[in-house]
């Protein structure tokens, strides 16, 4: 059940009504079954799975406040990440354990369990391997009720993929007296609406063609590459971030405030700046469950690149297990590792050419530089396989040629018509508005700004898109596999 459905919105409609009618104290039951159906739809064996992890982590945590010891830690820790290794590790791993004893001329058949990965495991994962160290630390109480725990790693809008919110933000709200308010109710509707407009008219557009490209081989010019990777970076950052302003919406509508996890990450002016506004509730995990721990940047000039370097590897793994993943992974860890050595370099050149950072043209050139990084690392996490990845590349500039015949053919040999392609163009266009109007602000707060009349009509505009341009298909979001 796609949260673009009608079907969520039928599901949804229900859940609403039954929350804000029935009495407080009935709220977090409502939640909870409202999420374990919503989990459900996706198979009833990952229902299963859910509720043993939520009753480990529960029992877990009032285990672990009891004596709050490392090896108490490292045992309930090993528990909650046994499944998400079993379901989405096993096979990777017993593969490369193969290739490697092949190398070494120990041919094995590597042992596969060709396990369906149950939908949103390494989020709730990592849910719940946040609340239990926050225990451990001392940064949150065991929760008392089930329910509380079983909601803050089942949360129906946010389990397939997120936002991550720390258990010291989140679970609370789930037991404070709730008002229903008009004003935050609008604000949330328009979030779905916007993430509407992103999703289903900008992300299913774009992914149309690249699907077009993957299955109908590499017959292509340079051209149509760099075409691609510009249509791939925009339609991830459409569909996840489309996926988040509507989960942000609907958990708002129940009086629940997630987690930001996007702020105009393609105006960022450094790879270390994309990270702290792309995904950021994982950035977030990341640098304090796993790269802070390790020292962070307060160790050697060696050490804090080694730092970096596991943390992005661990990343990329972390949404997928495959080579590509961690390729694209390890690439973000060499952006920061270089990022991080330049530094020094690249603030002399500034101050010998006279140039301030915070200057438009500079802030321009920046941008454009970090933009043109992140789509090329996207090649990577986009490729169905490693031969098509590497392909694309590394075949980005074989045959270019700056002219307006060759774009001509670029767009003709990826199956665009010339309507299309200007159509493809002004949806791009579209992101790149939304953000610079909203780069010191929400998108409800630029609304808000406005005056009624402007409100209003932006308002019909994205719902005239979304009705005319829309694929009512609701097509799977990206993330939903990781």
């Known amino acids: 059940m796609q949260l673009n459905s009608f079907g969520f919105f039928a599901f949804f409609a229900v859940v609403f009504a039954a929350y804000w009618a029935l009495p407080a104290r009935w709220r977090v039951p409502v939640l909870f079954v ?57 096979d990777f791993a017993s593969g490369l ?29 990592f849910q719940a391997v946040s609340y239990l160290v926050d225990i451990y630390r001392g940064k949150q109480k065991p929760e008392k009720s089930f329910f509380v725990c079983g909601l803050f790693l089942s949360f129906f809008p946010q389990i397939i993929a997120g936002p991550m919110t720390r258990p010291r933000v989140l679970a609370p709200q789930f037991t404070e007296e709730q008002k229903f308010d008009y004003d935050t109710a609008i604000a949330c509707a328009q979030l779905i609406l916007l993430g509407l407009f992103k999703k289903m008219v900008v992300a299913d557009s774009l992914a149309a063609w690249i699907g077009t490209y993957y299955r109908n081989g590499y ?5 149509s590459l760099l075409l691609l990777a510009l249509f791939y ?28 996890n996007f702020r105009t990450p393609y105006l960022s002016t450094s790879i270390k700046e994309f990270w702290g506004r792309w995904h950021i509730s994982l950035s977030s995990w990341l640098s304090e469950y796993l790269y802070i721990p390790l020292g962070g940047s307060r160790v050697s000039k060696p050490r804090h690149c080694f730092n970096l370097m596991v943390t ?61 990084l992140v789509a090329y690392a996207w090649i990577f996490f986009s490729a169905p396989t490693p031969e098509q990845g590497l392909y694309m590349a590394t075949h980005l500039f074989t045959d270019f040629v700056p002219s307006v015949r060759y774009l001509k053919d670029s767009i003709v040999l990826l199956g665009l018509s010339p309507e299309a392609f200007l159509q493809q163009m002004l949806w791009i266009g ?8 909203c780069y010191n602000t929400t998108f409800p707060a630029f609304l808000k700004a406005r005056s009624k009349p402007v409100r209003i009509g932006l308002c019909y505009l994205l719902v005239l898109l979304v009705v005319l341009f829309g694929n009512f298909g609701a097509g799977e979001f990206i993330y939903f596999k990781f």
């Not at 529960?58 to 528990?79: D, F, I, S």
């Not at 017959?219 to 051209?223: D, L, P």
């Open 97 to 125: 354990l193969a290739s490697a004893l092949s190398a070494i001329a120990l041919p094995v058949s590597p042992v596969l369990l060709r396990l369906a990965q149950p939908v949103g495991i390494s989020y709730y994962t």
């Open 34 to 90: 409202a999420s374990m159906g919503f989990y459900a739809c996706f198979g009833s064996s990952y229902l299963l799975l859910l509720l043993g992890c939520i009753t480990a982590v529960w029992a877990g945590g009032q285990w672990l406040a009891a004596n709050p010891t490392k090896a108490r830690l490292r045992l309930a820790l090993v528990l909650v990440f046994a499944p998400l290794a079993l379901f989405k590790y096993f």
């Open 219 to 223: 017959q292509v010019y340079s051209g």
């Open 430 to 437: 579209s992101i790149f508005v939304l953000d610079l109007a």
């Open 233 to 260: 970076t925009i339609q991830i950052y459409a569909d996840f971030s489309g996926y988040t302003d509507m989960a942000r919406g609907f958990a708002g509508l129940l009086g629940i405030d997630l987690a930001e």
């Open 312 to 372: 992005f590897v661990l990343s990329g793994l972390w949404h997928g297990a495959s080579l590509m993943m961690l390729l694209w992974g390890a690439l973000h860890g060499v952006y920061m590792v270089v990022g991080t050595l330049t530094k020094p370099l690249r603030d002399r050149m500034f101050a010998a050419l006279h140039w301030s950072r915070e200057s438009i043209t500079a802030r321009i050139f920046s941008t454009a530089i970090t933009f043109c």
